[in-house]
């Protein structure tokens, strides 16, 4: 990949189920920016190539798909495999900022960095292909992504459209300002950066 043709990567991987062209283009735009920076993925997916190139600096990875995983890596990625416990359907049970169960099992030399940029698009989110649909949610790599950020963190969720995405991020970041991108929210930094 090069410069050159990173725009029509991400038109190519949004036409093949990834977010959409518009939220592609506004995270590339910041990762671009900060860029070297630290930015921690919540997913590894046809979009995974394009973080890992246009970053140049620390881009992590955190799958819970085997076959994703085997799918996607690369020698130049830096990855990890995680495990989502909690199903889709138990967060209303939850309480949401302080449930010692939501904290997804990390590395060290994951929770003691300092994210630039969180991006939160995966578990797939509790659609197992099962009727009940009762797969992890994200309410896990949500309240995570809440635990690693600082006040100078971006942090982006997908699938804001869905209850989870929405309620868990409302609840978590409500005191950051938000501004929305089609399904894609974006928490802005509580501090400026440049």
Request: proline share 5%; aromatic share 10%; with cysteine.
């Amino acid at each position: 990949m090069s410069i050159l043709n990173i725009n029509e990567y991400m038109r190519k991987i949004s036409s093949s189920g990834g977010m959409k062209f518009e939220e592609y283009k506004f995270i590339a735009e910041l990762v671009t920016k900060l860029a070297p920076c630290n930015m921690l993925v919540f997913s590894m997916g046809r979009d995974s190539k394009l973080w890992n190139f246009i970053n140049k600096g620390r881009t992590v990875f955190l799958e819970d798909n085997k076959e994703w995983i085997n799918k996607i890596k690369e020698p130049d990625m830096e990855w990890y495999e995680v495990e989502f416990k909690v199903p889709r359907n138990e967060w209303h049970n939850r309480t949401i900022r302080r449930d010692p169960e939501l904290v997804v099992d990390l590395p060290v030399s994951i929770t003691d960095a300092s994210w630039d940029i969180i991006l939160v698009d995966g578990p797939l989110g509790g659609y197992d292909g099962t009727e009940t649909g009762n797969g992890p949610g994200r309410a896990q790599s949500i309240f995570t992504a809440y635990h690693l950020s600082n006040p100078s963190t971006h942090i982006f969720i997908h699938d804001c459209k869905r209850e989870i995405e929405r309620g868990c991020g409302g609840i978590l970041f409500d005191e950051r300002s938000l501004h929305n991108i089609e399904d894609l929210n974006y928490f802005k930094p509580q501090v400026n950066v440049s």
